[in-house]
């Protein structure tokens, strides 16, 4: 039942399929915003779970285009009923303030990835998303760069601008660690401005740790000693390998460094799985 159970327009629905009009702009364009949540302890009111800054995030949009507000109680009631089944929710929105709600498991290789790291590749600079400081269903450049991404072993791809400068990958935030400092590009580079992103140097600062927002050039990545990306669902996932010509670049996965950002979703009541080697 589970893999067949959806919310839509104030209904559950069974089914794997969703019937929408030929015309609606959500079809024809991607004209949807949507965010993707983890619900920690069954509960949307969880410290990890966000649900408000989920909220206030698909709200900034929504201002932003000019669209209508759905039901926001309606909303929460779909998100109440899925995250009985999944603990991974998807919240999407139409212009005309309909809500779709779908829920995931979580992946089966999860603590594999944030214990032992990924393989990524650099993306072509075409393959910048529209709208980076949005959440919007025209989400096509970001899925066709972690498409070839796959096709060549690797398990991520990382979005460039046309400097070259590394911007985030497919589906998180960078971070860095260097000459004792962290390091994540900043927003005005053109990136998704990521709910565990701001957390994350918010808490960071507060523990009188040094987080550098600057744009990531080659010359510093060459000099990371670790690296890896964030996000609601995943938390943080080491990065070893970075292939890009002429040569790939190596990364620590198992750096002791990670020990900081396992502190935050300790201190947070997180069921953090990553371990250190």
Request: proline share 6%; with cysteine; charged share 15%.
């Amino acid at each position: 039942m589970t893999n067949q159970i959806f919310w839509y327009n104030g209904r559950l629905i069974q089914s794997q399929t969703l019937e929408l009009d030929i015309n609606d702009p959500g079809l024809l364009y991607g004209a949807t915003i949507f965010t993707t949540l983890r619900v920690y302890n069954n509960s949307l009111d969880s410290s990890l779970t966000n649900w408000l800054l989920h909220c206030d995030r698909l709200l900034f949009s929504l201002q932003s285009f000019g669209w209508q507000q759905p039901d926001w109680n309606r909303v929460r009631q779909g998100a109440e009923i899925l995250c009985a089944y999944f603990p991974i929710l998807r919240i999407t929105l139409f212009p005309d303030g309909r809500e779709w709600i779908i829920g995931r498991l979580l992946p089966q290789d999860l603590a594999e990835k944030q214990n032992n790291g990924i393989t990524t590749t650099l993306a072509m600079s075409e393959f910048y998303r529209s709208l980076p400081s949005h959440k919007t269903g025209n989400y096509l450049s970001a899925w066709l760069a972690k498409t070839s991404a796959q096709q060549l072993n690797a398990q991520e791809a990382i979005l460039v601008d046309a400097a070259g400068n590394w911007l985030e990958t497919t589906t998180g935030n960078l971070w860095g660690w260097r000459d004792g400092n962290w390091w994540t590009p900043p927003l005005t580079a053109g990136i998704l401005p990521g709910i565990g992103r701001s957390q994350l140097i918010n808490w960071l600062r507060n523990q009188d740790l040094v987080v550098r927002e600057e744009p990531w050039t080659g010359e510093l990545v060459r000099g990371f000693e670790a690296i890896a990306y964030t996000n609601s669902v995943v938390e943080i996932i080491p990065i070893h390998t970075v292939c890009q010509p002429p040569e790939s670049l190596q990364y620590n996965p198992h750096h002791p460094i990670f020990q900081q950002i396992k502190g935050f979703f300790i201190m947070t009541g997180a069921p953090f799985c990553y371990t250190l080697k």
